[in-house]
């Protein structure tokens, strides 16, 4: 009976974390729209709903009911998994984040505010992280398309170097709090903003955010779906729902990405100040999350793209060596304090 | 440079098979300003051929020309170079006068200068803008059009049209400035320099700029010259050629500005030349207003010149020149001129064979987008195919021009 | 490189200044105008839609010359002239006229050319429609724009020096005996 219980309340976490997750993606479209317009001087969607705010359902609504083209040439199956590919690995990384610390209890449910913690939970989300990138590859490849082929090259070859500084980026904090898991992190920040790792290790945060702009695909560093060259690179040939997949991974990953760095850099749920304590752990989560995700919007407003041979220079002549530096000193330190 | 060290990239790799790509880049592409097509060929991510596809646009604006009056060619002026639709009329009445050797008034040749500039100054915003977007800075563009905004409120209270203003006329202007022109003018004036800043905060020492725009589409001062290139394009190759310096039109020779130079020939001098014409530009329309005489706006050359409404009413002579003008036009000289004009984007020429008559024989619009491309496959050859939209970008290409 | 510029760098100072500025214009008014809900106040001088236009009294200005589809760039404008005799004394008046809208490239040069002013150029922009054929304005619905546009075409017509606003005005017109006022 408790098994029977235990799997009904697994079952409604998951299911209330992804309905989340998936209406956090839809509006943060609709926030970035907004924000960018009010970075310059406009107003961005003002027609659907008051101030555009049913703007994201219509979108979606739009691209659901749009026809799907698979253009011809184009490899139908790989052209068909693709989108999903890309989709799954970027909502499959928030089943270890802990996005409070109370556990909630209805009745003989007990809901916790993380789907599962396993204990090597930062592990597991870097896996899932670089599979996405087949989708990419893929998509662009079964696209039957020039743009797309280049765009996905690109954007494989970007994701991969990427992920080896943003990983190298958080050895830092898993070296100083001595876990795998995210729970665990999340708890050796406890006790205030100066417990949190960004203080101690401002140098990977700053990798981290870097990196992170480039996993997702984002200003600065969108090159795999440069507008201006590639047309929209990867998902040239995609549209409708598959266009939608690929757009709401983008959005998924972005969110990820902020909540690893609100978990591994930020302190988790903590409050900045043990005074603040009362109001509650989640919302202190999300603030931390949306200050992230405003940062990607903020980047976007104000930076040029950078080219592809600079972005790549970037990545393995300054941010590969830095962070082998820092896991070096970070290492050492830690030896020598517990020594 | 470029080709000699792809041939040595070639020579380390003996063993792997290549194969070069072809990409048909528009003209349904998002960044290709208009309807250009251009062919390139890729050896990976780098451009070892271009090859510019002209004439999507073109709509024989030449040959039209010689099927309608002098006069009634100006509206048809502000369809070349959409952008800068008054400097187009400004190239054309200057080449008709100069045929008809007429004297234009002093007050407005100064109008004429002002509006030229206020144009340039447009057309550089929309350059900067498109430019900037092109390279992914986007919030640029915003800000720019923030402030063209402005100035095309200015041409609609001035002429009725924001964009195809048909201002110009043979033989002056077709409407004066009102009091609430000058101020808004000088309002305008007084603000742009710290809008310049606005956009130089975002840009100008920026490091993702610099990497994009420093050694870019390089070209030599010779090359620039011997491909006939013209306006900031020749000038941010360091060759100090301004036709409103060189041959002095309207009132630049009456008011003191500079001619900002380049030294490296790449598309960061050029950028930087036209954020300090815009400067320039400036500093001679708040001259010229502060200078504007008093006067008549348009001469008094009743053969030539369209009479004021007034006198129509009132004066038979008026009416039947006014009927003359329109039906047939005036009857100009026989012969050929060619003028040219210093436009934002480079010398601006009009061509016109006249054998008498109302209707010129043959009209040639030297455009400088069409010059401009011919040093395309020059200026593309070893850059990353991520270069080609700087490359198209900095010659400011307007393709109704471009393809006529 | 100096230490300033080193520390300039390693800081991205300029890009730091960048982030400020976007983010204090998050703050700045917006300039754009919601469209259908807000509009632009457009000035006298505006070319926009040409209507055919009455004198105050209610006899038609245009007299058939043709003057403007002679000088119209576009030759848009079609005008069938006719004349009637009535009581002994000629009237020209024009039959049919028409103005393609699709072709016309407002410029204005049809007014410029009209010896009553009988054409004005409105503020009317937004006659968009499904129908491409009713985007040929005949004569009906050109006096019609006119009509309804009357004071907006006045207005081009003081702001283009094509008519003075005063009474002068009135002296100015051209109009055949039988038509004035007894």
């Not at chain 2, 194969?19 to 990976?44: F, I, W």
């Not at chain 2, 005036?330 to 601006?348: M, Q, R, S, V, W």
Request: hydrophobic fraction near 45%; proline fraction near 5%.
């Amino acid at each position: 009976m408790d098994l029977m219980f235990y799997i009904v309340s697994a079952v409604i976490t998951i299911a209330v974390v992804m309905g989340v997750v998936l209406l956090h993606v839809a509006y943060i479209t609709y926030f970035e729209r907004k924000i960018l317009g009010d970075m310059q001087d406009r107003m961005g969607p003002m027609e659907v709903g008051y101030h555009g705010l049913l703007q994201p359902i219509a979108d979606g609504l739009k691209l659901f009911f749009k026809e799907d083209i698979i253009p011809s040439g184009a490899n139908k199956i790989i052209f068909t998994a693709a989108p999903i590919l890309v989709l799954v690995p970027a909502l499959i990384g928030f089943a270890v984040i802990p996005f409070g610390r109370d556990s909630l209890t209805i009745g003989p449910f007990t809901f916790n505010p993380i789907i599962t913690d396993i204990n090597i939970g930062i592990l597991y989300i870097l896996a899932f992280a670089s599979l996405g990138a087949y989708g990419v590859l893929l998509g662009g490849w079964a696209s039957n398309s020039k743009y797309a082929l280049l765009g996905g090259l690109r954007s494989a070859a970007q994701v991969i170097s990427y992920e080896l500084p943003l990983g190298l980026a958080l050895v830092g904090p898993i070296l100083l709090s001595e876990s795998l898991s995210m729970v665990k992190m999340t708890e050796a920040q406890s006790g205030g903003a100066l417990k949190w790792f960004i203080l101690v290790q401002p140098i990977p945060f700053f990798i981290y955010v870097i990196s992170a702009i480039a996993e997702t695909n984002r200003l600065p560093f969108d090159l795999p779906e440069a507008e201006s060259e590639l047309v929209a690179g990867f998902f040239t040939e995609y549209s409708g729902m598959r266009f939608a997949f690929f757009f709401l991974a983008e959005y998924a990953n972005m969110i990820l990405t902020s909540c690893i760095a609100t978990v591994v850099f930020l302190g988790g749920w903590h409050a900045p100040h043990p005074a603040l304590e009362f109001i509650p752990p989640i919302l202190w989560f999300l603030a931390k999350v949306y200050c992230f995700l405003f940062f990607y919007i903020w980047i976007r407003a104000t930076l040029p793209r950078l080219r592809f041979d600079q972005l790549m220079g970037f990545c393995w002549k300054i941010l590969l060596p830095v962070g082998l530096a820092n896991i070096l000193i970070t290492s050492i330190v830690v030896y020598w304090l517990r020594s | 440079m470029a080709e000699s060290q792809l041939l040595e990239e070639k020579k380390s790799l003996p063993l792997l098979r290549t194969e070069e790509l072809l990409v048909n880049m528009g003209p349904q592409h998002p960044s290709t300003h208009g309807v250009l097509k251009v062919v390139l060929t890729l050896e990976g991510e780098r451009i070892i051929k271009s090859e510019p596809v002209l004439g999507f646009l073109h709509r024989g604006v030449e040959k039209l020309a010689e099927t309608i009056t002098y006069h009634q060619f100006i509206p048809h002026t502000d369809r070349l170079d959409y952008v800068c639709a008054m400097y187009n009329n400004f190239a054309y009445v200057r080449a008709v006068e100069k045929l008809l050797a007429l004297k234009v008034p002093d007050r407005a040749e100064y109008l004429r200068t002002i509006i030229a500039e206020v144009q340039r100054i447009i057309g550089h915003l929309f350059w900067l803008g498109s430019q900037a977007l092109d390279i992914g800075a986007m919030t640029v563009f915003f800000y720019t059009f923030r402030e063209r905004e402005l100035l095309l409120d200015i041409f609609d209270d001035l002429c009725g049209a924001r964009l195809t203003t048909s201002w110009y006329r043979i033989g002056g202007v077709e409407r004066d400035f009102t009091p609430k022109i000058i101020d808004d003018i000088y309002k305008f004036v007084a603000d742009f320099p710290s809008k310049i800043d606005e956009y130089d905060t975002l840009l100008v020492n920026n490091r993702i700029w610099l990497a994009r725009t420093k050694g870019i589409a390089y070209i030599s001062a010779e090359d620039a010259v011997s491909f006939g290139l013209s306006g900031p394009t020749l000038r941010g190759s360091g060759v100090d050629y301004d036709l409103r310096k060189v041959a002095p039109y309207g009132a630049y020779d009456k008011v003191e500005w500079k001619v900002p130079l380049g030294k490296n020939g790449d598309t960061y001098d050029r950028y930087y030349i036209r954020m300090e014409e815009m400067r320039e530009s400036t500093k001679i329309i708040k001259q010229c207003l502060d200078q504007l005489p008093e006067g008549p706006y348009l001469a008094y050359e009743p053969k030539v010149v369209i009479p004021a409404k007034d006198r129509v009413f009132t004066d038979m002579e008026s009416m039947i020149y006014q009927f003359r003008l329109f039906t047939n036009g005036f009857n100009a000289p026989p012969g050929d001129i060619y003028c040219g004009t210093e436009a934002h984007k480079g010398e601006l020429g009009f061509y016109i064979v006249s054998r008498g008559g109302g209707k010129p024989y043959r009209l040639k619009i030297r455009a400088p987008s069409f010059i401009h491309l011919g040093a395309f496959d020059h200026m593309a050859k070893g850059y990353m195919i991520a270069d080609i939209v700087t490359i198209f970008g900095t010659y400011d290409i307007v393709m109704g021009e471009c393809d006529r | 490189m100096t230490i300033r510029t080193f520390f300039k760098n390693v800081f991205f100072q300029e890009i730091l200044k960048a982030l400020k500025l976007t983010f204090k214009h998050s703050f700045v008014k917006e300039v754009t105008l919601q469209y259908p809900h807000q509009k632009l106040q457009l000035p006298d001088a505006h070319r926009g839609a040409l209507g055919l236009l009455y004198y105050d009294d209610g006899v038609e200005r245009c007299v058939g010359c043709d003057l403007c589809q002679a000088a119209c760039p576009s030759h848009c404008i079609r005008v069938v002239s006719g004349e009637d005799q009535e009581n002994g004394v000629l009237r020209r008046f024009a039959t049919e006229f028409y103005i393609d809208m699709t072709k016309c490239v407002f410029c204005g040069f049809c007014v410029e050319a009209c010896p009553v002013n009988a054409l004005g150029m409105t503020k009317l922009y937004e006659y968009s429609t499904a129908n491409k054929r009713s985007l040929i304005f005949d004569k009906p619905r050109l006096y019609e724009v006119g009509k309804n546009y009357y004071n907006d075409a006045k207005a081009y017509l003081v702001a283009h020096n094509q008519e003075k606003a005063d009474e002068s005005a009135e002296a100015w017109r051209y109009r055949f005996p039988s038509f004035t006022k007894q």
